[in-house]
């Protein structure tokens, strides 16, 4: 269990290192390691199971270490948050070494996650960036959509960045429509993930078509279809939101919550 506290006055423990979105097998098959001390530089990062965690950044090396989504495959749910913290924080302390207002090198702080600029005093926190993803349903059936960078048969929910100034629930309507020119009616909230690729929040969506037509840009989407629960596509990963929403819809719909089309 992940317990959201940072290490402090700790000098050992155990070690995850991540080059490039890669992260370090250790003796066990996890992603931990034994450091009794911790090397230098390395970010405290939580306590998993009691037993503090520091993440080490590496910048070379680890082309032959399993990357983010291998590992959320081959490891049970419950290190789901861990993998996602590490990957996440090393992304952020890869990409904000210097000050993004007056670009002199920054310097890391102790006691939170934080960079901050002896230059101007301008401090940054860890990125986050708000995605909707949503299951677009019309009774039964559900709306699937692929990539063209998905791997050959997949298919999956929509998604897409939330723009600033924009709510939630507006971002919903707008990428539907972009991306399928689908409008939509009800929309219900189901729960939000944190997705480490590098630094999204998703936040799930239900969407009720208010009709059937698609058009796709061919760009964004390579294809979209309707499927119903008897005739399924591949599927996205068991660990990911996207795969719950369909799971949910899938057991509504056998629980005769969802009306058939
Ligand atoms: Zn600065």
């Known amino acids: 269990m992940l317990r959201r506290e940072l290490p402090?006055?700790?000098?050992?423990?155990?070690?995850?290192?991540?080059?490039?979105?890669r992260i370090a097998p250790g003796p066990d098959d996890t992603p931990l390691?034994?450091?009794?001390?911790?090397?230098?530089?390395?970010?405290?990062?939580a306590y998993w199971h009691d037993e503090p965690i520091a993440l080490s950044v590496e910048e070379h090396g680890g082309e032959s270490w399993p990357d983010g989504r291998q590992w959320l495959t081959r490891l049970p749910e419950s290190w789901f948050p861990l993998i996602a913290t590490a990957?996440?924080?090393?992304?952020?302390?890869?990409?904000?070494?210097?000050?993004?207002?007056?670009?002199?090198?920054?310097?890391?702080?102790?006691?939170?996650?934080?960079?901050?600029?002896?230059?101007?005093?301008?401090?940054?926190?860890?990125?986050?960036?708000?995605?909707?993803?949503?299951?677009?349903?019309?009774?039964?059936?559900m709306l699937l959509a692929?990539?063209?960078?998905?791997?050959?048969?997949?298919?999956s929910t929509l998604a897409g960045f939330i723009e600033p100034g924009e709510s939630a629930e507006e971002a919903v309507h707008r990428e539907i429509h972009e991306e399928v020119g689908v409008s939509v009616g009800r929309i219900r909230y189901y729960r939000s993930q944190a997705w480490p690729f590098?630094?999204?929040?998703?936040?799930g969506?239900?969407?009720?078509?208010?009709?059937?037509?698609?058009?796709?840009d061919g760009i964004e989407i390579a294809?979209?279809?309707?499927?119903?629960?008897?005739?399924l596509p591949q599927l996205p990963p068991p660990y990911s939101i996207s795969r719950a929403l369909i799971e949910t819809h899938l057991a509504e719909v056998a629980d005769g919550i969802v009306q058939r089309s």
């Open 87 to 141: 990957l996440q924080v090393a992304a952020w302390l890869r990409d904000h070494r210097f000050c993004g207002r007056c670009g002199a090198p920054a310097a890391r702080l102790d006691a939170e996650f934080a960079m901050h600029c002896h230059q101007c005093g301008h401090r940054n926190y860890p990125r986050i960036s708000p995605c909707i993803i949503t299951l677009v349903t019309h009774g039964d059936a």
């Open 198 to 203: 590098p630094h999204a929040l998703m936040l």
């Open 8 to 21: 402090l006055d700790v000098t050992g423990g155990r070690v995850i290192r991540v080059a490039s979105g």
């Open 205 to 216: 969506f239900f969407a009720e078509a208010a009709s059937r037509r698609i058009r796709i």
């Open 223 to 231: 294809d979209a279809a309707w499927f119903h629960p008897k005739r």
């Open 33 to 45: 390691q034994q450091a009794q001390p911790w090397p230098e530089c390395v970010q405290p990062l």
């Open 146 to 155: 692929r990539s063209p960078r998905f791997p050959p048969g997949r298919y």
